[in-house]
């Protein structure tokens, strides 16, 4: 069995309270929990302890990264939460510095990640479409996929040590939501992505 941390990156606004992440947050702690995997839940606008935080991605086999994308990016509060957690962590519990030595200062930038036994995986919300993604026809993305987008997310991570598992992704949730369709995904989503990585070495 695998030890599991879940973030919860939503702010909630009056028009966006973050309901169907919480619930996405939820859903996925209670199929894991099912399967008999320890679980931990921050939600990160409920407020979080530094240092706990840090252990908690010490103490996990893979963290999943809950939050709707807010203009191209994470809400600010998760931004908040990686500055300090992250940057907390660089003592060598989440990195040992940049991954450069006196020997070769212009070498290996980025990879002195101290979490390179870890997974993460992104689940996702958008206003947007999913036919505005992968499409070089739409001229906003231009045909960039999700993970092109969240690109810095990844580079984060990846700057911990953690490798990456397949993103989920839930599309168009203002305008014209399919709620219950986004779950059965989810839930499809966790059970293959999570036996695949069971059965792959980190």
């Known amino acids: 069995m695998s030890n599991v941390l879940i973030i919860n990156g939503t702010q909630p606004y009056e028009f966006a309270p973050g309901r169907l992440n919480a619930s996405l947050a939820q859903k996925a702690r209670d199929a894991l929990e099912a399967k008999g995997h320890a679980v931990r839940l921050t939600t990160i606008s409920d407020g979080y302890d530094i240092d706990a935080e840090v252990d908690a991605h010490v103490w996990a086999d893979l963290v999943i990264m809950q939050f709707p994308v807010n203009w191209m990016g994470t809400p600010w509060v998760f931004k908040k939460y990686t500055d300090e957690v992250y940057t907390a962590g660089m003592n060598g519990r989440l990195a040992n510095g940049d991954g450069r030595t006196t020997e070769a200062p212009k070498a290996n930038y980025g990879m002195g990640g101290a979490l390179k036994d870890k997974r993460y995986l992104l689940s996702v919300t958008f206003n947007a479409p999913q036919e505005a993604f992968d499409n070089p026809s739409e001229p906003f993305f231009a045909g960039d996929s999700v993970d092109d987008l969240l690109r810095p997310v990844h580079l984060t991570a990846k700057f911990l040590g953690m490798q990456q598992l397949p993103t989920f992704a839930a599309f168009d ?22 036996a695949e990585a069971e059965h792959v070495p980190a």
Do not use: C, G
């Not at 949730?173 to 999570?194: G, Q, S």
């Open 173 to 194: 949730v203002m305008k014209n939501p399919a709620i219950e369709a986004d779950f059965k995904r989810f839930d499809t989503h966790l059970t293959t992505v999570f």
